[in-house]
């Protein structure tokens, strides 16, 4: 599974992105796609999550009424629109798409970060 993420940028708080995550490869084979973030001197986080069979998503709390995630499964793309954005949302936002290998295991995919910029 390859992922590659765009849509990140620079923008003022208050303001709205739209990341999005193009998946190829053994599309298949994912069991759920989230996207992370890493601010610098802290640890990745889940900020929202999909799954891929029933569409049911998960956000962290500092997301919850502003980030939505979406997919579109013929394009094989999730997407994060991003609304009322904050300086603490500046980070660097990771795809990721987790396949089941055996019970219990799962293996993980990254995409390579797009850079979010909140200015205040």
């Known amino acids: 599974v390859q992922l590659v993420e765009s849509g990140g940028g620079l923008v003022q708080a208050g303001g709205s992105l739209r990341l999005s995550c193009a998946a190829s490869g053994s599309t298949f084979s994912i069991d759920a796609m989230g996207w992370y973030r890493q601010a610098p001197g802290k640890q990745r986080e889940l900020v929202a999550s999909i799954s891929s069979s029933t569409g049911n998503t998960a956000y962290a709390g500092s997301a919850k009424g502003r980030f939505t995630i979406s997919r579109d499964s013929a394009k094989n793309t999730m997407y994060l629109e991003m609304n009322s954005l904050k300086a603490e949302d500046t980070a660097v936002y990771y795809c990721?798409?987790?396949?089941?290998?055996?019970?219990?295991?799962?293996?993980?995919?990254w995409g390579q970060g797009t850079q979010v910029t909140v200015s205040s």
């Open positions: 990721n798409a987790a396949v089941g290998i055996a019970t219990m295991k799962r293996r993980d995919y």
